[in-house]
């Protein structure tokens, strides 16, 4: 069944005043593909609910809680570009994860109404490169994107134990901060990439940008000299197959695309938000 089947036959079990709402909030909105597919995952978890898209600027985000917190039939919150790292101020507690990261993609409702955060992006993806075969201890991992999925991310790579991960951003001070998190957990070698990154040098390439969303867009690295045995993964899901990836299997790559690391979320996604 695909997802859009999927999620028409979530729709075919009737909506009514009795089901229970979830958004998912980012700046664009359109690109996302988490409403169908958390919407069908939701309804075969046996919860009559719906996930609702919602485009809000930066700005207007402490409106939009004050507003979702305030109805009482929205259990949760799925949090996508650019707002990250804001909606965890809207949080009461935290999964281990988030705290550590101070990133949320997942809110879920407390008893007493307020929020409950989590940070599943890293999880996921990681799962997805052991789907492609990547088995990831003692490797050399290049990560390009220190934003909320690229912090997970670059997390759950040194949890896994890589042996070094060297982090590229335009935002010198976000990569700075997310460098000095990681190298205090003592897990392997991070650093800051260098300004020429040769990306032949890594067994993992990581594209954690919103690079590739645009026709327009440069490749995140040059993958000219890449080794078919390295691993190359994008974060990004439309489109489906970005150049970055299409030119990765042209060097003979293993790669995980966004819409994989999509699926493997999602998994996590729904866990988190069923588990109350």
């Known amino acids: ?31 996302v593909r988490s409403p169908a597919g958390v919407t069908a995952a939701l309804r075969a978890a046996g919860r009559d609910a719906i996930v609702v898209p919602a485009h809000v600027a930066p700005e207007d985000l402490p409106a939009f809680f004050a507003a ?22 809207f949080c009461a507690s935290f999964s281990d994860q988030a705290a550590f990261l101070g990133a949320v993609n997942t809110l879920r409702r407390n ?29 050399r991992a290049l990560l390009v994107g220190a934003g909320g999925a690229g ?21 010198a001070e976000r990569t700075d901060a997310l460098v000095a ?6 897990l ?5 990439a260098d300004g020429d990154v040769r ?9 954690a940008s919103p690079m590739g969303m645009r026709a327009d ?15 190359v993964g994008d974060v990004v899901t439309k489109p489906p197959l970005t150049p970055f990836i299409e030119a990765a299997r042209a060097r003979g790559c293993a790669t995980v695309t966004g819409t994989q690391m999509f699926g493997r979320v999602c998994d996590r996604i729904v866990e988190f938000l069923t588990e109350a």
């Open 188 to 192: 392997g070698s991070v650093s800051i």
């Open 111 to 139: 008893t007493d109404g307020t929020w409950h955060g989590t940070m599943c992006d890293g999880t996921g993806f990681v799962t997805a490169l052991g789907d492609a075969g990547c088995n990831l201890p003692a490797k």
């Open 151 to 171: 912090s997970a991310i670059g997390h759950a790579l040194v949890n896994q134990g890589v042996a070094s991960l060297a982090v590229r951003d335009n935002d």
């Open 217 to 231: 867009d440069p490749l995140p690295v040059d993958v000219s000299r890449l080794a078919a045995t390295t691993f």
């Open 181 to 186: 998190r990681l190298n205090a957990l003592k």
């Open 1 to 31: 069944m695909t997802e859009d089947n999927a999620f028409n036959a979530s729709l075919d079990a009737g909506l009514s005043g009795a089901t229970r709402l979830y958004f998912i909030v980012g700046d664009p909105i359109a690109q």
């Open 68 to 89: 979702v917190t305030a109805m009482r039939n929205v259990d949760g919150v799925i949090i996508t570009v650019p707002h990250k790292f804001s909606a965890a101020q």
């Open 199 to 207: 990306a032949e040098t890594y067994d993992v390439v990581v594209n």
